[in-house]
C-alpha cells in the first residue's frame, strides 16, 4: 500500500519561501507522476504543479508558475515543492498525490490521482 506523507508546512510572511516535502514508501515511486495539490475550505482541491515519472516534464498552475518549482528525487522516494514569492492567497492545505497510470500527459485533474497524503498547512500572512 502506497503511503505519502507530507512535511515543511508553516506560517510564513508574505514574499517569503518555504520548502514541501513528501516522502512515499510501499510502492514503485519512480513509476508514478506525483504532484502536488491545494485546498481552502469550501472549495475543490486544485492541483499547484506536476512532475512526469523521470522528472523531466512538469506543470505549473498559471498562479504559481515562476514563483514555485517541483522537483523529484526516484532514489529518495521523494518530490518537493520550492515556493517562493509566497502571496496570502497561497494559503490552503497543500497534498501531495500519485498517479500510477501511464500517460502521455501529466495529469492535472484530482479524479486522476490514486495516491494521496494528509496534508500540510500553509499559511502567508499579509
Known amino acids: 500500500q502506497v503511503q505519502l506523507v507530507e512535511s515543511g508546512g508553516g506560517l510564513v510572511q508574505a514574499g517569503g519561501s518555504l520548502r514541501l516535502s513528501c516522502a512515499a514508501s510501499g510502492g514503485t515511486f519512480s513509476t508514478y507522476t506525483m504532484a502536488w495539490f491545494r485546498q481552502t475550505p469550501g472549495k475543490e482541491r486544485d492541483i499547484v504543479a506536476a512532475?512526469?515519472?523521470?522528472?523531466?516534464?512538469?506543470y505549473y498552475a498559471s498562479s504559481v508558475k515562476d514563483r514555485f518549482t517541483i522537483s523529484r528525487d526516484n532514489a529518495k522516494n521523494t518530490v518537493n515543492l520550492q515556493m517562493s514569492s509566497l502571496k496570502p492567497e497561497d494559503t490552503a492545505g497543500y497534498y501531495c498525490?500519485?498517479?500510477?497510470?501511464?500517460?502521455?500527459?501529466?495529469?492535472?485533474?484530482?479524479?486522476?490521482?490514486?495516491?494521496w497524503g494528509q496534508g500540510t498547512q500553509v499559511t502567508v500572512s499579509s
Open positions: 512532475i512526469s515519472r523521470s522528472g523531466r516534464r512538469a
Open positions: 498525490a500519485g498517479d500510477p497510470a501511464r500517460r502521455d500527459y501529466l495529469p492535472w485533474k484530482f479524479a486522476e490521482y490514486d495516491y
